[in-house]
């Protein structure tokens, strides 16, 4: 007779985070958060950011090993390519995890994934999921019939296609920025020492940033509509993106008011204190961060992302009454005049808008996300 499974501790774990900075800082959180409880982790990344990224998770003291992987395929060509790379994928990663020997893999997301998932399947090691949108993705929909459990950064807009028991555990965000709590006025003027800018702390305030890219609509439209605006009573805080800042910086230099333009901060916890407003796309890690600080935004979705999931994601917010979406095809000058305009009237309603944001947080995803992963694995 077989004695019954010994429920198991989570002890070690892998986290296969490559691909996009939507799947390796939220599995990076969770692995800082593991190893702040005590826990041994290993990164596996993959993909063309997997050098940077690997260099981030040592600054934090996270191990990682780089995989081969290959975007879902798109031609046949792409098709060899992938199977031949998610083929030496599966055998490094189950070299690694052999040598790792973890509890546990959780994967969070992406096709990247799929090596190390099916490498930890080959060799008996349980599954976990993370999805990072509102429309969980197709690895993970289709990993899922292999999985002990998904957990969502949102809830599941079609939960009906998870083949295995899901919770939602929200959107690990950067440790840095849960528990940063000052005023608008002290965040103003941290800027103002840190980029010698000279913000008012008493003006409405708005903070644009339209994605590492630099979209168009976010630095040409927006800032060619406040120039225009009648209502001078009010400051902007925008980050471009690398390769737009001096295009937007030179708009704003015939601006009427007080402005700061930056390619990119790191300082995020700053900006959004800072902000009575955000105008800003609505990938998951963004709604996950507008929901921390309590801010209602203005979101146009990106309208190229993979099933139109920045939408989904939009719809959370807008649902809570902490958003209002704008179509990318329809944000013209003139829609951004008027809402600019409806902002000016009356702000004070929007930053209460920003306590409904506020309710609709998960600040502790990624302890929680640990925690689903325990209970499992001790049935």
């Not at 599966?90 to 990247?112: C, E, H, W, Y």
């Not at 439209?221 to 225009?228: C, D, K, S, W, Y």
């Amino acid at each position: 007779m077989n004695s019954p499974q010994q429920p198991k501790e989570l002890k070690r774990l892998v986290i296969t985070c490559g691909g996009t900075g939507g799947h390796f800082f939220p599995g990076l959180s969770i692995a800082r958060e593991f190893k702040e409880e005590g826990g041994e982790v290993l990164l596996f990344l993959s993909g063309k950011n997997a050098d940077t990224q690997a260099d981030i998770a040592t600054l934090h003291g996270i191990d990682s090993v780089k995989l081969t992987s290959s975007p879902r395929p798109n031609s046949v060509t792409g098709v060899y390519k992938f199977m031949a790379d998610t083929l030496s994928g599966i055998v490094t990663g189950r070299k690694q995890l052999k040598k790792f020997n973890p509890d546990t893999l959780l994967a969070m997301g992406s096709f990247t994934s799929l090596p190390s998932a099916i490498g930890a399947w080959s060799l008996n090691i349980p599954i976990f999921l993370h999805d990072g949108n509102a429309r969980v993705g197709k690895a993970n929909r289709f990993l899922s019939r292999w999985a002990k459990h998904l957990c969502t950064a949102f809830p599941a807009v079609n939960a009906s296609q998870i083949r295995c028991p899901y919770s939602f555990t929200g959107m690990p965000v950067r440790p840095e920025l849960i528990g940063s709590t000052i005023s608008k006025k002290d965040a103003i003027e941290s800027l103002n020492i840190n980029f010698g800018s000279i913000l008012d702390p008493e003006l409405p305030t708005m903070l644009i940033f339209g994605g590492s890219q630099g979209a168009e609509i976010f630095n040409r439209t927006f800032p060619e509509a406040m120039l225009e605006s009648i209502n001078r009573q009010f400051q902007v805080l925008h980050l471009t993106g690398h390769g737009k800042f001096e295009m937007v910086n030179n708009t704003y230099e015939k601006a009427f008011f007080p402005f700061l333009a930056l390619p990119s901060a790191s300082e995020m916890d700053l900006f959004y204190q800072a902000a009575d407003v955000v105008i800003s796309r609505s990938g998951g890690s963004t709604i996950a961060e507008l929901t921390l600080f309590g801010k209602f935004a203005f979101l146009v979705p990106y309208p190229h992302a993979a099933e139109d999931h920045q939408y989904d994601n939009a719809l959370y917010m807008k649902n809570g009454d902490a958003a209002e979406i704008i179509d990318n095809a329809a944000c013209t000058k003139e829609k951004v005049a008027k809402l600019l305009d409806r902002w000016l009237e009356n702000p004070a309603k929007y930053r209460e808008l920003g306590v409904k944001a506020k309710a609709l947080s998960k600040p502790h995803a990624a302890a929680d996300t640990l925690q689903v992963i325990r209970d499992v694995l001790a049935k």
